[in-house]
């Protein structure tokens, strides 16, 4: 049973820096695209980042610039990097794997087969 968890959340004002993980367990790291989405309160899980099997990499326009996704295979491991944090960053951040298509948002828990718990994030100004 493959499973996902992510780590790093936590409060930060205006301007500062955070790193998500997302470690992984249960299935082959790195075979399939991998991401990560983030749900503000009322809203659905939108996209921030996607990184596919072949390294490829695809930002949500407003964190683009702010934020770098990456990965280590040897560790199993998803990162998410975020600079310059705005108070609308402010989300529950969720790490999914094998995620099936390019989708704007989703319904938190679906278009992927696997999902993390989720993390949240607070950006204070």
């Given amino acids: 049973q493959g499973q996902l968890v992510e ?3 936590g409060s930060v004002q205006a301007g500062g820096s ?3 993980s997302c470690a992984a367990s249960g299935f082959t790291f790195g ?4 991401g990560w989405f983030r749900q503000a309160p009322g809203n659905e ?5 996607i990184i ?3 390294g ?8 683009k610039g702010r934020f770098t996704i990456s990965q280590d295979n040897a560790k199993n491991t998803m990162y998410l990097q975020r600079n310059s ?13 094998d995620i099936m298509g390019l989708f704007d948002s ?3 828990g679906t278009r992927a087969n696997y999902w993390g718990q989720g993390t949240q994030v607070t950006v204070s100004s």
């Fill in 18 to 20: 955070l790193r998500l």
């Fill in 45 to 49: 899980c939108n996209l921030v980042s």
């Fill in 7 to 9: 780590s790093g959340g």
């Fill in 85 to 97: 944090l705005k108070p609308e960053d402010t989300a529950v951040y969720y790490c999914a794997a």
């Fill in 56 to 63: 490829r990499t695809y930002y949500a326009d407003s964190v």
């Fill in 31 to 34: 075979d399939s695209d991998m």
């Fill in 106 to 108: 989703v319904v938190c």
């Fill in 52 to 54: 596919s099997s072949d």
